[in-house]
């Protein structure tokens, strides 16, 4: 009987595992900014612009000593007041851990789109959680991003910028808990036959 119970208890903790495990490795690294400038033909003036870069922590990479990339993913722009667009660009996210600054450059024109100076960073590797954390940043003005609503291109870009990165939460998705509610059903005969039932 306790070897039943035992085996009962393993298989609800396999399935609880599963269903949190769905999302594993999935990160999102974003990067806040008030800037001016346009997209397509649409200008903004000291706009909230959050760029956004949507991967997977199974893909960071190390290049030189101190320095780590994620390159794998796609890339959106918000821009507070006009919408959000897809970068058509490559884009990648980097750690300087020399130089304590994280970002999103776009590979294609070989430049930073935001970036985000803190200590912090001294010691990230682009794998975990981290932030917000805010810090000064360097202006990248005047060069275009590709969008799919036309070229970004920043005039001016506030002094300091907030880095951000997420993983899922391990909240199972609705389908994660039909198929654990379901398996528990399944179970249900041997429970009654250990109570007696």
């Known amino acids: 009987m306790k ?18 495990q769905a999302n594993a490795g999935s990160i999102t690294y974003k990067v806040s900014d008030t800037a001016t400038g346009i997209i397509g033909d649409t200008t903004f003036a000291n706009a909230l612009v959050t ?3 949507f991967g997977n922590t199974s893909n960071v990479t190390t290049g030189p000593p101190g320095i780590l990339f994620n390159s794998v993913g796609t890339g959106t722009v918000t821009i507070n007041g006009i919408g959000t667009f897809s970068f058509t660009d490559a884009l990648r996210v ?23 100076f803190n200590s912090a960073f001294g010691t990230y590797a682009l794998a975990t959680t981290i932030g917000p954390l805010s810090g000064s940043s360097v202006p990248n003005v005047n060069i275009s991003f590709a969008t799919t609503d036309g070229s970004l291109i920043f ?43």
């Open 94 to 116: 980097f750690d300087n851990q020399n130089f304590s600054v994280a970002g999103i450059s776009d590979i294609s024109v070989e430049s930073d789109i935001f970036d985000t």
């Open 51 to 53: 760029i956004a870069f």
């Open 155 to 197: 005039s001016e870009v506030g002094a300091d910028s907030t880095f951000t990165a997420t993983t899922p939460t391990t909240t199972p998705e609705p389908s994660s808990l039909l198929l654990f509610g379901t398996s528990l059903l399944g179970l249900l005969p041997f429970g009654r036959k250990l109570l007696g039932k």
């Open 3 to 20: 070897r039943t119970v035992f085996a009962l208890l393993a298989a609800v903790a396999m399935l609880l595992s599963a269903a949190t």
